[in-house]
């Protein structure tokens, strides 16, 4: 192995231009680590004369990703073109095809063909990694597939989105709205003009798929996931849930039921002392259940050229290091169809915001709702405005107050028929806010 | 490489038990993955009735550790037997010796063989692996080693001892004194019976020794290690980094500085918004500061038989996969000999906490003193007890009272001089207290 490793990529945006300086500047380093030079010898971009902070001239120029992929003068390609079809697809195929190790970044692709494309990996007898697919710089795929290698995984969870931890971030620390913040969010280039993706809940989504395939050894499913976003999230629910010992992040959550391996993302409560609630900012946090270890948690970058090519880089040593496995942990034909668990089983505590008018036996009517479908309060949290209570000491006026409860464990199917025969008795101003919690 | 990799474990404590037992539970998916299968085939230990959980009749048994390292039916030598000379050493010379990689978990055998060691497997062409000898089911070393392998490491910092972190932690959560929490801890399991290498910091050292080494690419340095432990932290400290904005944890330091690599183990203030920070109990966390990533943190258990095995048992499939490269990131004829930074030239915030005489001119006389030695104050607080306030209302009555100084950054030889200028203008009535801040 004493042969350089040669690389081509194909995108020089933020990443792809770290990923080359880091190569260079690393060089000795890893040089003596791997026994082997690896070398940069091709790349692709959109444009060509954009200043990158090294020398294109000393490198191959390809117009097309593809023929960069078909190249016979490199061993690895380096995906970072995205987009989960087209070129990126076309490209990662290609260089499977013609027996060339695979790095992408790219968690949409992975989401969506990461399994045929593992499957043409083994065939080819070559790798496809993909460490900075999910959170950045945060080595989590390398703990899911290697260094937990002996445990039996239980849950997998983790604020995956920068941009919406940001958002919800701010909205805690300056009580501002969602509106507010996601607009700061896309003037500090946090978020993009179409925030959808991100404060939808998708690429958070995305990611998550690729955990779970990884800590269950199944089949890569994102249509099964539940996917909520966080445009609904007011600063009255940041406030409750600080006040009740919670704070709301945005997770992607993967866990073995009884049912089968649920996964979904959606705003969430966590105990503030909890690991995962001190991840602040455009900071990424992974937590992994598992039976030997039980808990360990990963912070770190989930974002930024420099962190993303770390990861990038990690991959391109590993592979040139001649270490990968198998993508998915174990040979795509040993990995389980995914028995996927319903999300109307999901089992745990909630957090119902009402918005209920202020009359005698709107709170009575609501608590029998809960008790009717077998739901046990934990809390309940009834806030009058000063405002109102000056208006009508009476507590009578039939103006619409915030009511709170705090559910123990239930499932999903009675939460939601309790709040719909709520919603039936018309005593609620506006539709219920319910958010999940996630206790330990 | 389909045929069976054949391990030998010196060493049934409950690591070794937990080892055997989770390779066997794993042994599909890990046949799967690895594309050979990983089968204990010898063990040694002291005690060969003793019921561990699985049949030892399956297994050879060898009574002499160092037979089981040159017995020719393994590939791959376990050593769990602990000390830094003696049997442990002997074994793992004989394996790498006689052609087997060693898997270990014993940071005293590291800190001082480790360099020697790694050479003679280089020489040998085998691996040396020791995951489990830092932070237990914490991947940290292969996350210094592969994950960051791209980055260069500016400090690396954590909670290395979990015996330490739980006597902080009841101390903080009750207010207790650190002999009555030491005793608990003693009585749980935590602590030994002699509890000097714990919380005298020196299991701290051995494995922060380790970081430094894969950090900065350097050799194996221990003895270069400044080193102080937690046995003369009271209460008063406690409460006083609360209300000052910081706890008070063990840390382990390995930082990069002007003047050479600064490596420390002492009671550090850490603010109470950090992420190690909020590591409480027998828990451990590292954080590594890399250029790309710019900071990473692993929290995760530090101990405990299964944790502790994770880490074993994940080196294992590393070394039956055939990934495993040099045991310190780079062979040992590239690892630097370290810079040693003098412990004086520490530059950092200080907490100093002195029991001064309450008489006229005392608080003066300190704050001259700390002004005299080029060290400005970031605060001066000074709680006269109730007692002593009714007993005397006037301050003038001599009794001793805490006075606590928080220092802006300076020089370890300055506070060093300044503190020894006001013990020397018998003001004081106690040793001083001086407790490195650690801020960012």
Chains 1, 2 share one sequence.
């Not at 995956?160 to 709205?177: D, F, K, P, Q, V």
């Not at 990690?314 to 198998?326: E, K």
Request: glycine share 10%.
């Amino acid at each position: 192995m004493s042969h350089d490793f040669r690389v081509g990529i194909a995108g020089l945006g933020t990443v792809g231009a770290s990923a080359v300086r880091m190569l260079a500047r690393q060089d000795e380093q890893l040089t003596a680590r791997l026994g082997r030079r690896v070398r940069v010898t091709a790349v692709t971009a959109r444009d060509r004369t954009r200043e990158r902070g090294f020398d294109l001239a000393t490198l191959t120029w390809f117009d097309d990703p593809v023929a960069l992929a078909r190249s016979g003068d490199i061993d690895c390609f380096v995906e970072l073109i995205g987009g989960e079809d087209g070129p990126a697809l076309e490209a990662v195929t290609a260089a499977l095809e013609t027996g060339k190790h695979v790095v992408t970044a790219n968690k949409a692709l992975l989401a969506r063909h990461g399994v045929t494309l593992a499957a043409l990996a083994e065939k080819k007898g070559v790798s496809l990694a993909f460490e900075a697919s999910v959170a950045g710089g945060i080595p989590v795929i390398k703990t899911l597939r290697e260094a937990l290698g002996g445990n039996s995984v239980s849950r997998v969870y983790g604020i995956l989105n920068g941009t919406c931890n940001y958002i919800l971030s701010r909205m805690e620390a300056e009580g501002l709205s969602f509106d507010e913040c996601l607009k700061d969010a896309q003037r500090l280039g946090y978020a993009e003009a179409d925030p959808t993706f991100d404060i939808g809940g998708f690429d958070t989504a995305h990611k998550l798929s690729i955990l779970t395939s990884l800590a269950f050894g199944t089949e890569i499913d994102a249509e099964a996931i539940y996917v909520e976003g966080i445009s609904s999230i007011s600063p009255i629910d940041i406030r409750m849930a600080d006040e009740l010992g919670y704070r709301i992040k945005l997770l992607g959550v993967a866990e073995r039921t009884k049912t089968g391996i649920e996964q979904r993302v959606h705003p969430t409560m966590v105990p503030k002392s909890s690991a995962i609630a001190q991840v602040m900012g455009v900071t990424n946090a992974v937590t992994i259940d598992a039976d030997a270890v039980r808990e360990v948690t990963l912070v770190g970058p989930g974002a930024g050229g420099d962190a993303t090519a770390s990861a990038v880089v990690a991959d391109i040593c590993d592979l040139a290091a001649g270490g990968a496995g198998p993508a998915f942990g174990v040979p795509v034909g040993a990995l389980r169809k995914p028995e996927r668990a319903a999300m109307r089983m999901h089992t745990g505590g909630y957090y119902v915001r009402l918005t209920a008018y202020d009359r005698p036996g709107a709170a009575a009517s609501i608590v029998t709702r809960m008790a009717e479908a077998d739901i046990s309060l934990e809390s309940i949290v009834q806030h009058r405005s000063e405002d109102a209570a000056q208006r009508d000491p009476s507590g009578r006026s039939g103006a619409p107050v915030p009511v709170v409860l705090i559910t123990y464990a239930t499932t999903e199917a009675a939460i939601r028929k309790a709040v719909d025969k709520v919603i039936g008795d018309g005593h609620v101003a506006e539709a219920p806010q319910v958010i999940r919690i996630e206790r330990e």
